[in-house]
């Protein structure tokens, strides 16, 4: 089955200190992935995707994610934080089917940025 | 980017009646749109796929009956709840995204629902 795993409910990170977002997927054949944040009673703000060419992508907010074939995973970063920063972070990757295509989003990751 | 409006954001009703959720793309035309449910602290669950001009495809345990989708124009589409119980109080989501969005999905704000 097709895919995608946040294991870390939340993580904890001091405000200057680098943070991490963990994201694995399960996909067959060549994936588009995604990360997402959500503020609190807000819809999904798109932050960046791969779809193909160089692996390590960089997006909104200083935020940049890696792609890893072999590890298959699609970890989400950002050199130093920020208490702005604090919000639930999807992964999803887009899976297509006979034809037709939807998401698949991870159970989200609540970062929490300590000031 | 582009813009998905959602509305209303926050709808209240009595247990038995209907509510419609509008879902517009304000920039670009979208000729799918997703519907999702979102429980607190969990993630999207994805309800249907609504195709424009043509039947919404819904995942396995949704109602479709219940969940009653249009998608109508290439800018709009439509959840309607019908006969709501308190059990399908929750947070609805749309995306779209058209050929212009590169496979990026853009959210609406979301509408609460609570049925009483």
């Known amino acids: 089955a097709q895919s995608v795993a946040q294991p870390e409910d939340q993580v904890n990170v001091a405000e200057g200190n680098p943070l991490t977002v963990k994201c694995t997927y399960s996909?067959?054949?060549?994936?588009?992935l995604f990360w997402y944040v959500q503020y609190p009673n807000r819809g999904l703000q798109f932050l960046l995707k791969?779809?193909?060419?160089?692996?390590l992508v960089k997006g909104s907010y200083g935020f940049e994610a890696e792609f890893n074939k072999s590890q298959t995973s699609f970890h989400l970063k950002k050199p130093s934080a920020l208490v702005s920063d604090s919000a639930l972070y999807f992964c999803?990757?887009?899976?297509?089917?006979?034809?037709?295509?939807?998401?698949?989003f991870g159970t989200g990751t609540r970062l929490k940025v300590l000031a | 980017g582009a813009v998905v409006s959602q509305h209303p954001s926050r709808v209240i009703c009595k247990s038995g009646t209907s509510v419609k959720i509008e879902c517009r793309s304000l920039?670009?035309?979208?000729?799918?749109m997703f519907w999702y449910r979102q429980f607190p602290k969990q993630s999207l669950m994805l309800m249907a796929t609504?195709?424009?001009?043509?039947?919404?495809?819904?995942e396995q345990g949704v109602e479709k009956d219940k969940f009653l989708i249009n998608h109508a124009s290439l800018t709009l589409s439509t959840l309607t709840v019908t006969s709501a119980h308190p059990e399908d109080s929750s947070f609805y989501i749309c995306?779209?995204?058209?050929?212009?969005?590169?496979?990026?999905?853009?959210f609406g704000a979301g509408t609460r629902l609570s049925v009483l």
């Open positions: 609504s195709n424009e001009g043509s039947k919404a495809t819904y």
């Open positions: 995306s779209a995204g058209g050929s212009i969005s590169h496979h990026i999905q853009y």
């Open positions: 791969y779809i193909t060419g160089d692996n």
């Open positions: 999803a990757v887009r899976v297509t089917t006979s034809g037709t295509y939807k998401y698949i």
């Open positions: 920039d670009f035309q979208a000729t799918t």
């Open positions: 996909v067959s054949g060549n994936p588009y």
